[in-house]
Structure formats: structure tokens, C-alpha cells
T-cell receptor, first 116, second 113 residues
Framework: GNSVTQMEGPVTLSEEAFLTINCTYT??????LFWYVQYPGEGLQLLLK?????DKGSNKGFEATYRKETTSFHLEKGSVQVSDSAVYFC???????????????FGQGTILTVHP | DADVTQTPRNRITKTGKRIMLECSQT?????MYWYRQDPGLGLRLIYY???????NKGEISDGYSVSRQAQAKFSLSLESAIPNQTALYFC????????????FGPGTRLTVT
């Protein structure tokens, strides 16, 4: 079945540090890949996405590249801010045609705390 | 106003009680979902509905039931609550052509004592 594995957290950084949160996946075929973010006390919101191999999703200074050869979709940001403190979820969505189409599979989430 | 609302936001209940969590959306989406979030486990899908007449079990549906009262409303019930159902519950919606771009409500924190 489909699965998503994220790096163990929590991650604690100082402001302006470089961020990487690792994500690898297992899936049949070529799923779409997503990063969702959950700010304190809120629901999840879509941060970025990539729908095919070598696509780079980007938003709010965050980036992630769909790497088919390593089945990875690592999240990066060059300079984090205190306001980036949140929980980050990697997720995959199967392509159309299978019984799992339309259902997201989430990783376990990585807590990021950024200190001034 | 928020696109996806959930009521109640917090609830404490006792073992064996029946409880209903409600979700409403103003996005005009056909698809709605219920997830639970537990620390270290991410989000797990409980039930999902692709339209008013289509309701499906997710990966952890045992002990839960749902009702899709209208396109905009999707309720989750715990028929007889147990302590291991203590969790944060999220409702989400998406459109038919972008099923993975989901819009989440603020969550309901449920504690079963």
C-alpha cells in the first residue's frame, strides 16, 4: 500500500537558518506529492505540490522537488522565520484509475520550532 | 467567515456516551472527509464522501459512523465513545477536479474519560 515517512522531529532552529525536512514515500505508479502545514491551533493548509517527476513545488520561500529515483520530496527553506513554526506534513495522492484515487496518505508530521 | 467550520471545538465526554461532531463548508465542494490526528501518527482517514449519496469507509472507521445531510454538511458520530478515541478530529473538503487540494476546518479536540 501507499505510505509516507518523514524525518523524526521535532526540529528546532534559529531564525535565518536553513531548513530541510526529509520525506520519502512508497506508492504504486507515480503519485502526486504535497506538503501541508498546520499552524498552532489551526487546521492543515496546502503549502505546495508537485504532480510529476522532477517538478519543483514552491510557496512562501519553501521548495520541494519530486525525485522519482529516490522516491523523495524533501522540504527546504533557505532562511526560516519565527512565523514558520508549525507542524509540516508530507502527503501523497495516487493517480486516477486506482481504488485509492482521491484519498491522501499523510506522513506523521514534523514539528518545527524557530527561535529568534 | 471560515470556509470550513467544525462544532464543537472542544468536547469532554465519558466512556459509553454517544457524541456527534459537525462540519459545514461554504466552498461548494462535493467531497468531504473526516480525519483524526494523533501525536506521531499524522492524519488518518476515518470516512469520506464524494457526494451526498456516496459515503465510504477510510482506514480507521471502526467505532465511527457518518451522515452527509447535504452537500455542505458532514457529521461524524461516535456511537459509544471509548478513551482511545481521544484525539483531534478534522473535517476537510475538496473539489472533484482537485481532490488532493483539501481545505481543513480548525479541528475538534475530543477527550473521552
Amino acid at each position: 500500500g501507499n505510505s509516507v515517512t518523514q524525518m523524526e522531529g521535532p526540529v528546532t532552529l534559529s531564525e535565518e537558518a536553513f531548513l530541510t525536512i526529509n520525506c520519502t514515500y512508497t506508492a504504486t505508479g507515480y503519485p502526486s506529492l504535497f506538503w501541508y502545514v498546520q499552524y498552532p491551533g489551526e487546521g492543515l493548509q496546502l503549502l505546495l505540490k508537485a504532480t510529476k517527476a522532477d517538478d519543483k513545488g514552491s510557496n512562501k520561500g519553501f521548495e520541494a522537488t519530486y525525485r522519482k529515483e529516490t522516491t523523495s520530496f524533501h522540504l527546504e527553506k533557505g532562511s526560516v522565520q519565527v512565523s514558520d513554526s508549525a507542524v509540516y506534513f508530507c502527503a501523497l495522492g495516487p493517480r486516477a484509475g486506482g481504488t485509492s484515487y482521491g484519498k491522501l496518505t499523510f506522513g506523521q508530521g514534523t514539528i518545527l520550532t524557530v527561535h529568534p | 467567515d471560515a470556509d470550513v467550520t467544525q462544532t464543537p471545538r472542544n468536547r469532554i465526554t465519558k466512556t459509553g456516551k454517544r457524541i456527534m461532531l459537525e462540519c459545514s463548508q461554504t466552498k461548494g465542494h462535493d467531497r468531504m472527509y473526516w480525519y483524526r490526528q494523533d501525536p506521531g501518527l499524522g492524519l488518518r482517514l476515518i470516512y469520506y464522501s464524494f457526494d451526498v449519496k456516496d459515503i465510504n469507509k477510510g482506514e480507521i472507521s471502526d467505532g465511527y459512523s457518518v451522515s452527509r445531510q447535504a452537500q455542505a454538511k458532514f457529521s461524524l458520530s461516535l456511537e459509544s465513545a471509548i478513551p482511545n478515541q481521544t484525539a483531534l478530529y478534522f473535517c476537510a473538503t475538496s473539489g472533484q477536479y482537485s481532490p488532493y487540494e483539501q481545505y481543513f476546518g480548525p479541528g475538534t479536540r475530543l477527550t473521552v474519560t
